[in-house]
């Protein structure tokens, strides 16, 4: 078939567009078909020819912030044991420097009044009275770790008792030298006056110190049943 010009109809454009729109629905047609072929593999088959999705669980096997079973929580057991309290009682047995009573108490830290120096301030030890020239001994094995006169102290004798425990004999004259080994009971020196305390009558002040802190001796030395050498 010819056009007014002659012209075969094959040859023109609008041929062209015609065939070429037929390609493109032909490749539309095959992908089609080839995507459901694809998704029908993957889709298992049931018995009633129904597709079921799969479950999933969302609970994750560890969940943040939640106690696990069988596992002690360590912040909030935390043994008394491992407390660091400096009054805890030593164990074991410890002797007062003199076989008599303590006649003051230690103060814990409050002021209280020296009828010697006229003002108040903490007394941080306790005082056993005895009499000059009497016999002290060491509360516990030791080692002397200093002995030295003192003008508010009278005479002072440092021993160190073991476990972090530090002993300050004031107001007895040292017959022990520094480094020398004592055991309990031993004489250590004899009793002078305290310039400081004079009022307070003749005594031994007895200081305790648990890893370098001042603390109370009765309560450090487990003196509380020693009621023959606590003052009534």
């Not at 539309?28 to 080839?34: D, E, L, P, R, W």
């Not at 479950?55 to 044991?81: C, L, M, W, Y």
């Not at 400096?86 to 006649?103: A, E, F």
Request: one cysteine or more; proline letters at 4%; glycine letters at 10%.
């Amino acid at each position: 078939m010819k056009n007014k010009d002659g012209k075969s109809w094959i040859m023109t454009k609008t041929f062209y567009g015609v065939v070429f729109s037929i390609l493109i629905a032909i490749a539309g047609i095959s992908t089609a078909i080839y995507n459901v072929s694809k998704t029908r593999n993957l889709i298992p088959e049931s018995g009633n020819g129904e597709y079921t999705a799969p479950s999933f669980s969302t609970t994750a096997d560890h969940q943040a912030n939640v106690k696990v079973t069988g596992i002690p929580d360590e912040r909030e057991t935390t043994s008394e044991a491992t407390m660091n309290d400096l009054n805890r009682p030593y164990t074991g047995y410890y002797l007062l420097p003199l076989n008599s009573k303590i006649s003051k108490d230690f103060s814990n830290g409050d002021p209280v009044r020296s009828e010697t120096m006229g003002d108040w301030r903490t007394h941080d030890g306790i005082d056993i009275a005895g009499n000059v020239g009497d016999n002290a001994i060491a509360i516990q094995d030791g080692t002397v770790k200093d002995a030295y006169p003192d003008d508010i102290w009278g005479e002072v004798i440092v021993i160190e008792h073991g476990n972090g425990l530090t002993a300050k004999y004031c107001g007895i004259k040292s017959s022990v030298k520094k480094g020398a080994h004592v055991e309990q009971g031993q004489v250590i020196g004899t009793v002078v006056a305290i310039p400081s305390e004079a009022a307070d009558g003749i005594h031994v002040h007895l200081e305790t110190e648990i890893e370098g802190k001042n603390v109370n001796p009765v309560k450090a030395l487990n003196l509380f049943n020693e009621k023959t050498n606590t003052a009534e």
